[in-house]
């Protein structure tokens, strides 16, 4: 247990640079690498590529990914990414579980690829994927990229039998736009480059952190968070080395929250070191950054455990690369400047932890609680279990909207020319309401319609007892199900005697049902038709308009 654990009331380490897929934070970006990911994995074989810089969150994004693997996809995690083409092939049979012939008059490579190939084709037979995960991409070398093209040509007459997912940092791109390696960069079925958090995002991480480690209130107040952000520049592995530091140095003198001027004196307490406080006096933050970034090196390099550190290397010598000395050059303008010297005023505390998922708000609206979600897959699972129906319109007007009346995620641009996920929780003829992790979001119907990009996923109730019911079709419960439904919108109603047959008496009646609702009257009861009765009849069905009645058709 950490030394602060206890003084916090955590029930574990919040910031620890160990990669635990139950801390990821699910930001619009990391929910978006997520589907990207899963749409590479649903295609019939090929690459895919998960990229971004030191500390943004590739190996924990990649271990979530993988624990939301259905059972029936096998996984072969290669984590040395210097291996030669024949200690890689073998590490991939080593992790499926592929015995080699003891001896053999062929060469290893061959023996691992005929093996390798003979255990895909059993797997695929027997309705099994098969993935190969590779680390530090970045560092595999031409001949290795070379065999794992060769080794994504394993077919059979229909179907390619291997995904290949390749992760690491923006030089596996540049590796890739070479014109040698143009075959394998053909076969690239999907892709994501992960940036840093957002500013925005980055007050979002530390209280996510900190609640799943069991804080019960915010620790950070809002100063320390901008000068988080501007120390880091949002990378989410510096993030986690300087709140460590921060909340030992709370810890040490006694204080329950942490201000931006703790977070600057926090060195004081780690590195045992004395500095004169004074306007330049932030300059122990750039020691304290470097301190981070030799950490991040010796570990991206040995990993994070101290005892793989050989002895001769263990010392914090390393050569910083132009991107690492550019960061620290403006880091010491920073302190020079004083903009990350930034006073709290007088116990002013943070805002309690404020989570944003749109997919589990989307739930939420339904009074529905799940955990965070990462991708539509799970919005659909998760709405059979609970009895609802998940839709998704592409290419869809905001009329559509009015008349489906129900809360959905829409996808906005943002002025960075990303997409962002957003809960619309209310329409009318002038503005929308759009709920973010600040609260509630409310803009112009104009600027709604310049930004959407026309993407659509909502809920809607969809009773067990009924798909849809056409003329002539014969399903006693669904017909039972429809006429009490239709006694309790209209009193006077009398339930018709069918013989279990959807007959044209039933279907007059609904005609006249669907016209006095103002939606499509073609006499069929299908979705809207489902989504108008369960509105009239149960008022605590979640809806854009209020009281409005939506009078277009869908």
Not at 438 to 457: K, M, Q
Request: glycine residues 6%; aromatic residues 8%; proline residues 4%.
């Amino acid at each position: 247990m950490s030394i602060y654990q206890q003084y916090f009331a955590l029930n574990c380490e919040p910031f620890s640079i160990v990669p635990d897929p139950g801390f990821l934070y699910p930001s619009s970006q990391h929910r978006q690498a997520v589907a990207h990911l899963k749409y590479g994995l649903d295609r019939e074989g090929g690459f895919v590529l998960l990229t971004g810089e030191v500390g943004t969150g590739k190996t924990t994004l990649t271990r979530t990914l993988l624990k939301r693997l259905p059972a029936h996809v096998r996984v072969a995690y290669v984590l040395n990414s210097t291996f030669e083409v024949t200690d890689v092939l073998a590490s991939i049979c080593q992790e499926l579980g592929i015995e080699l012939p003891k001896s053999s008059k062929t060469s290893l490579t061959k023996n691992c690829i005929d093996a390798l190939n003979s255990d895909l084709i059993e797997a695929h037979t027997g309705g099994k994927k098969t993935l190969v995960v590779i680390e530090e991409a970045q560092n595999l070398s031409p001949e290795v990229l070379e065999i794992l093209r060769l080794l994504s040509n394993l077919e059979t007459a229909t179907h390619k039998l291997l995904h290949i997912l390749l992760v690491g940092q923006p030089e596996l791109l540049e590796t890739l736009a070479q014109k040698d390696q143009r075959q394998l960069n053909q076969r690239v079925v999907a892709r994501f480059h992960l940036l840093p958090l957002a500013k925005s995002d980055v007050s979002n991480y530390v209280n996510h952190r900190l609640h799943h480690a069991g804080a019960n209130r915010a620790i950070f107040e809002n100063a320390a968070m901008t000068a988080l952000y501007k120390l880091t520049k949002g990378v989410p592995r510096l993030i986690n080395l300087i709140c460590h530091h921060a909340l030992l140095a709370a810890y040490a003198t006694g204080v329950k929250t942490v201000s931006a001027k703790l977070v600057k004196k926090a060195a004081v307490e780690i590195f045992d070191t004395q500095f004169v406080e004074n306007k330049s006096s932030g300059r122990w933050l750039v020691t304290l950054l470097l301190a981070g970034i030799l950490t991040v090196l010796v570990a991206d390099r040995y990993g994070s455990n101290e005892a793989d550190i050989p002895f001769e290397e263990a010392e914090p010598v390393v050569n910083l690369d132009s991107k690492t000395i550019e960061h620290t050059q403006a880091l010491f303008e920073l302190v020079e400047s004083e903009e990350i010297l930034i006073e709290p005023s007088e116990q002013v505390a943070a805002p309690p932890p404020t989570m944003n998922n749109p997919f589990s708000d989307l739930f939420a609206s339904w009074s529905i609680e799940v955990e965070p979600l990462f991708s539509e897959e799970e919005v659909y699972a998760l709405a059979t279990v609970n009895d609802l129906g998940a839709e998704k319109l592409t290419h869809t007007e905001v009329s559509k909207l009015i008349t489906i009346d129900r809360p959905g995620i829409v996808w906005i641009q943002e002025d960075n020319g990303r997409l962002k996920s957003y809960l619309l929780s209310a329409l009318d003829n002038e503005s929308v309401l759009l709920k973010t992790a600040a609260g509630e979001r409310r803009e112009s119907l104009e600027w709604f319609s310049d930004r959407w990009n026309g993407s659509y996923l909502y809920l809607w109730y969809r009773p067990s007892d009924i798909q849809s019911l056409r003329l002539g079709d014969k399903d006693l419960s669904a017909l039972n199900w429809l006429q009490s439904q239709l006694q309790l919108v209209d009193s006077h109603y009398l339930p018709l005697i069918t013989g279990g047959y959807y007959n044209e008496a039933v279907r007059d009646q609904v005609l006249a049902f669907q016209k006095q609702q103002g939606i499509r009257a073609d006499g069929v009861v299908g979705r809207q038709t489902v989504m108008k009765l369960n509105q009239l009849i149960n008022p605590s069905t979640p809806r854009l308009s209020g009281d409005q009645v939506a009078e277009d058709n869908i």
